[in-house]
C-alpha cells in the first residue's frame, strides 16, 4: 500500500535504517553489496528496507557489535530463520568468538603480569 508519497507505509529509508542500527550510509551500502541485504527501490529510485531486510540488518548490527566477521554472518543470514537454525548457528558463532577473546585476554594477563615483573 501507498501512502501517496511513492512509498510503501511498510518500507523504512536510508535515514531510518541508519538510527535504527546505528550504521552508516555506507556501512549499508557496502552489505548490500555483498549481498547480505536486498533493498527496494520505488519508482525514483530510492531505496526502502523492508520488515525482511529491517530483520536481516538486525542480525547483522548485533553479530557485528559481538565482533563476529562477515563472512560467519552471512553464514548465520543464510541459515533457515524459521526452523530455528540461524540462532544456532549465531550462538555457535558467538561461542568461537568467546572463547577467542577469552585466549586473547589470557595473552594480555600474561604479558601484563611479565612487564609488571621486569
Keep these: 500500500m501507498f501512502n501517496g508519497i511513492g512509498r510503501r507505509s511498510d518500507l523504512i529509508t536510508v535515514g531510518e535504517i541508519c538510527n535504527m542500527f546505528r550504521m552508516t550510509p555506507r556501512a549499508l551500502r557496502f552489505y548490500e553489496a555483498k549481498g547480505l541485504v536486498r533493498t527496494e527501490r520505488n519508482e525514483v529510485g530510492w531505496r526502502y528496507y523492508s520488515p525482511d531486510a529491517r530483520r536481516r540488518l538486525g542480525w547483522i548490527a548485533d553479530l557485528r557489535a559481538a565482533g563476529v566477521s562477515l563472512p560467519d554472518i552471512a553464514d548465520v543470514l543464510e541459515a533457515d530463520e524459521a526452523s530455528g537454525a540461524r540462532a544456532r548457528l549465531a550462538r555457535e558463532k558467538l561461542a568461537v568468538r568467546a572463547e577467542a577473546l577469552t585466549r586473547s585476554l589470557a595473552a594480555v ?10
Design 109 to 118: 594477563e600474561t604479558l601484563s603480569q611479565r612487564l609488571g615483573e621486569a
